[in-house]
């Protein structure tokens, strides 16, 4: 079946620094949705993406649906404590399925 | 505005036992209903999907099955529970299947 590859699969950010993970494709999604994921809750939508190109924000979250229509980035500005978590991507291929990719766990810095 | 519910939030169950966990969504009509089964720091795997009373698709063949008695109840059921069952599992909802997904809070199963 189709697969999402996302990356990294984890990192380390200090509060204050700017973070970026990605999700990759060999085939054609029709929309793209990214959540978030806290300690033994659901996931959680922050910006779901429906045109090539398109590129939404959401407070100090951006994304973007790549022209492609392979990928998608998802930038987090200037993060806090809070951003902590585990990040999916998501996206909907012809058939209106939903294929999730793996998942970004983000962690603080020690 | 639209909320979905899952209960138990945890639950713990011997070897054998029998399982139902129950998912409600409440300020939507005719959703699409899904569940889900989440291992510890993995992904998300679709169980099944059902797109109307009564009417259930499974993704993956395996110990569980769902049943959807009424527009907003989506059931997941197994008779015997396997080790294996254990597992986060999420129930979510969505206006169309090519719409975004809603996701519960989740039930931590886990088979002793």
């Known amino acids: 079946g189709q697969q999402l590859n996302q990356s990294p699969q984890s990192m380390f950010i200090q509060e204050g620094e700017d973070v970026s993970m990605n999700c990759t494709s060999s085939s054609i999604f029709n929309t793209w949705l990214w959540y978030k994921q806290d300690p033994g809750e659901g996931p959680v939508l922050l910006i779901a993406?429906?045109?090539?190109?398109e590129l939404t924000s959401n407070g100090r979250l951006t994304a973007q649906f790549g022209i492609t229509r392979k990928d998608s980035f998802l930038n987090i500005s200037a993060s806090i404590p809070s951003d902590v978590g585990i990040y999916f991507c998501a996206g909907h291929n012809a058939g209106n399925m939903l294929t999730f990719g793996g998942g970004t766990r983000l962690m603080v810095k020690p | 505005s639209q909320t979905i519910h899952q209960w138990p939030a945890t639950l713990v169950q011997p070897v054998g036992s029998p399982l139902s966990l129950e998912c409600t969504v409440e300020g939507t009509s005719n959703p699409n209903l899904y569940w889900y089964r989440q291992a510890a720091g993995r992904g998300l795997q679709l169980l099944f999907y059902?797109?109307?009373?009564?009417?259930i698709s499974s993704e993956v063949p395996q110990n569980l099955s769902a049943s959807r008695p009424q527009d907003r109840q989506f059931i997941l059921s197994s008779k015997k529970l396997l080790l294996s069952d254990s597992g986060f599992y999420l129930c979510a909802w969505s206006t169309h299947s090519n719409q975004p997904q809603h996701f519960g809070d989740g039930t931590r199963l886990s088979i002793l």
């Open positions: 993406l429906y045109k090539a190109g």
């Open positions: 059902s797109v109307g009373i009564g009417q």
